[in-house]
């Protein structure tokens, strides 16, 4: 049984992935609900025994902050909050990005800094228990005063309002209470801010693409790896020696890698007619190195932020003082994403170039891969299909961060576009995972005109579990079909059940 449980003890990469797993379910430890029950409690104190205004809890919200609220609206107050700010639009947010938006949405109320009600924390638990994902739009956050329009539509079930994904089906979250015989929550005072406040939409996201980039990462190196004696190439690039004279993590790792893919190559080890490769194969190890660096660098950003309190404003029941302020500006995520968005571009755009030296003629490979050329266009168009993507990518890969846009009347005057920077890091993991497939079909295409040499272990096991699923292409057929199998193995496989 996967089950999770939210505590005030840091969360990583792993614990992420668990939140994936089909059937994972959260509950909250006994920390996390005294936690919850103290800050709303002091809140509760706070309100009765004081008259002062407080940002978003007595008062208006954005460049509404000085409307004082009466003590019998602050209800309504919540509600038409959460009401008023859905105002997303486009596609809705895939699923996996929901049960990760669900999951740290608990995790960041469970600090007891928010001022929630322990039932409006359980209430997100148990929808994510039951498989019940809000219908969130992909539009309409601009990352700063949180995922405003996002968090909202998350927010809405909790009223018995918007809609939900359940049982593989999108229905009215009201339905979905009725049948569950669950009453629409009372929202408090502040609990509304509490629940839109915060940058889980961005971080979700974040979080997904990490994880993403560290498999897919694998996996470029790997097929790299196959690309490289699939062309004959050279192996004294990735020595030892060469990389501890500049010695960048990445590039060291990468480097370790491609040596242990290549390590008993009778390909690698024949003498070789050329002195050099191309940098796609030659820089393997300081292209992809490169990139994961900047992985790492965004990995650590996710899980700090993963593991923050990012509502506004926030309770330190403690120290008896409720401050507003800005965690909710996601600044530090809109760069990561950014980063990240060229980090992956660059392994989509190296692995691009290694198809078309690949398919190009040379180091005695057939023109396009096929045996009969001419009446056979074999890989050509192939190569078309991952110079798009790239193309695309590189469109992509403008800054988010760089872009800010006033708002609520210059309350909200410099915002960071963070949202829009993590739909574009995904769009182009997505790109990713298809340009690699293509780089993955291509090389074991080329290694198979390389028989009766034969490559390493670990790519002859790769080459074999491979053409179970697409085959040697001797003549012209549908390849569509055949890059959507390849991109399925990517998602299924590991790279270290080949090494």
């Known amino acids: 049984m996967n089950q999770i449980v939210i505590s005030n003890q840091p969360a990583s990469l792993k614990e992420w992935q668990q939140v994936l797993i089909p059937g994972a379910t959260i509950i909250l430890s006994d920390l996390s609900k005294e936690a919850i029950l103290r800050g ?58 929901i049960k990760l938006m669900m999951y740290l949405k608990i995790r960041g109320l469970s600090y007891g800094n928010s001022g929630v009600q322990l039932s409006t924390v359980q209430r997100l638990v148990d929808m994510f228990n039951e498989g019940i994902w809000p219908v969130v739009y992909q539009q309409g956050s601009l990352g700063a005063s949180g995922d405003l329009a996002p968090l909202a539509h998350l927010s809405l079930p909790l009223l018995g309002e918007g809609e939900v994904f359940w049982n593989r089906k999108r229905v009215s979250s009201a339905e979905v209470l009725r049948k569950l015989g669950w009453s629409p929550i009372n929202l408090q005072s502040k609990e509304g801010l509490a629940l839109l406040n915060g940058t889980q939409f961005m971080s ?26 699939a062309f004959d190439g050279r192996t004294e690039p990735f020595y030892p020696s060469l990389h501890t004279i500049r010695p960048h993590n990445g590039q060291i790792i990468a480097a370790d890698r491609m040596r242990k893919y290549l390590s008993g190559s009778s390909i690698a080890a024949q003498a070789k007619k050329h002195v050099q490769d191309p940098y796609s194969f030659r820089c393997i190890p300081q292209v992809h190195g490169a990139s994961w660096d900047a992985i ?32 909710f500006h996601g600044q530090p995520l809109a760069l990561a994403l950014d980063f990240l968005s060229i980090a992956l571009h660059e392994l989509g755009s190296i692995s691009e170039r290694r198809i078309y030296q690949l398919i190009n003629g040379n180091r005695e490979l ?71 497939s293509i780089e993955l079909m291509t090389a074991i295409q080329a290694l198979d005109f390389r ?15 491979f053409r179970k699923v697409v085959p040697f292409i001797e003549q012209d057929t549908l390849m569509y079909p055949l890059f959507e199998k390849s991109v399925e193995f990517l998602e299924q496989h590991q790279p270290s059940e080949y090494a």
């Not at 709303?40 to 706070?46: F, N, Q, S």
């Not at 509502?311 to 401050?323: A, G, S, V, W, Y």
């Not at 890989?379 to 991952?386: D, E, G, K, P």
């Open 40 to 97: 709303r409690t002091y809140l509760d104190e706070k309100l009765s025994s004081h008259n002062e205004p407080i940002y978003g809890i007595n008062t208006g919200f954005g460049a509404l902050y000085n409307t004082r609220i009466e003590a019998k609206d602050l209800q309504k107050l919540q509600e038409n909050l959460v009401r008023s700010h859905a105002c997303g639009m486009g596609e809705p947010v895939p699923e996996e990005v």
């Open 204 to 229: 979700a996201y974040g979080a997904w693409i990490c994880m993403q980039a560290i498999h897919l990462w694998e996996w470029a190196t790997f097929i790299g790896s196959v690309s490289l004696d």
């Open 296 to 327: 790492q660098y965004a990995l650590k950003v996710f899980e700090i932020e993963c593991n923050s309190v990012t509502d506004n404003p926030t309770l330190f029941p403690d120290e008896d003082l409720i401050l507003s302020g800005g965690n």
């Open 366 to 436: 057939p023109a396009f891969l096929t045996p009969f050329p001419g009446i056979n266009s074999g890989f050509m168009i192939a190569q078309y299909s991952a110079a798009s993507m790239v193309s695309q990518n590189k469109t992509l890969c403008m800054p988010a961060s760089a872009d800010t846009i006033d708002s609520s009347r210059g309350q909200e005057d410099h915002v960071s576009m963070g949202a829009n920077a993590a739909t574009k890091a995904y769009r182009i993991t997505k790109n990713l995972y298809q340009i690699l």
């Open 451 to 465: 028989k009766p040499l034969v490559s390493s272990d670990s790519i002859e096991k790769l080459r074999t579990e």
